[in-house]
T-cell receptor, first 112, second 112 residues
Framework: NAGVTQTPKFRVLKTGQSMTLLCAQDMNHEYMYWYRQDPGMGLRLIHYSVGEGTTAKGEVPDGYNVSRLKKQNFLLGLESAAPSQTSVYFC???????????FGPGTRLTVT | LAKTTQPISMDSYEGQEVNITCSHNNIATNDYITWYQQFPSQGPRFIIQGYKTKVTNEVASLFIPADRKSSTLSLPRVSLSDTAVYYCLVGDKRQAGTALIFGKGTTLSVSS
């Protein structure tokens, strides 16, 4: 049982490039989340999903898109990366809203 | 959304009890209070959750007064490994998009 895994762990992009971050969980969780964390800041919710095939906007959704085609995977896409998107990205999942959220190890993204 | 206010930082010594207070003056009837711990370069980890009065688990205790406008996380006999950032979250567990609103957290530094 690997829990929540994130791919890749590190990435450097040039401004304007695109990429997809993958989050996978093997706990059969319904809810999945994408956050970003900037230095000295708490986590901010980007997008979330309450089940396969559903997505919704969080606190800071601009510049990102997401997809949840399979229950175990939640993808975060950056279509045209900007330096302001330099951050650490965390994925989380939970079985239902009654239970605790499990976080992945994070992806450190630098946009130059 | 109920916002939270926590001290930016706290210092303690090994073996002491640490109490971190979180203020949430506009907490709603359906909101729960949840605390997470985060170590550097890791995702947050669930500590404890409660609605009212007192909740205790093997790691911490959570004290919530009757008016629920604040809560206190109590860590008994801290060790160096308890040095981390602690986040207080307030949200309606029925609302996936609001249940995980993180603030800046409290940085706890434990010294020997």
């Amino acid at each position: 049982n690997a829990g929540v895994t994130q791919t890749p762990k590190f990435r450097v992009l040039k401004t304007g490039q695109s990429m997809t971050l993958l989050c996978a969980q093997d706990m059969n969780h319904e809810y999945m989340y994408w956050y970003r964390q900037d230095p000295g800041m708490g986590l901010r919710l980007i997008h979330y999903s309450v089940g396969e095939g559903t997505t919704a906007k969080g606190e800071v959704p601009d510049g990102y898109n997401v997809s949840r085609l399979k229950k175990q995977n939640f993808l975060l896409g950056l279509e045209s990366a900007a330096p302001s998107q330099t951050s650490v990205y965390f994925c989380a999942s939970t079985l239902t809203l009654r239970y605790e959220q499990y976080f992945g190890p994070g992806t450190r993204l630098t946009v130059t | 959304l109920a916002k939270t206010t926590q001290p930016i930082s706290m210092d303690s010594y090994e073996g002491q009890e640490v109490n971190i207070t979180c203020s949430h003056n506009n907490i709603a009837t359906n909101d729960y209070i949840t605390w997470y711990q985060q170590f550097p370069s890791q995702g947050p980890r669930f500590i404890i959750q409660g609605y009212k009065t007192k909740v205790t688990n093997e790691v911490a205790s959570l004290f919530i007064p009757a008016d629920r406008k604040s809560s206190t996380l109590s860590l008994p006999r801290v060790s160096l490994s308890d040095t981390a950032v602690y986040y207080c979250l307030v949200g309606d567990k029925r609302q996936a998009g609001t249940a995980l609103i993180f603030g800046k957290g409290t940085t706890l530094s434990v010294s020997s």
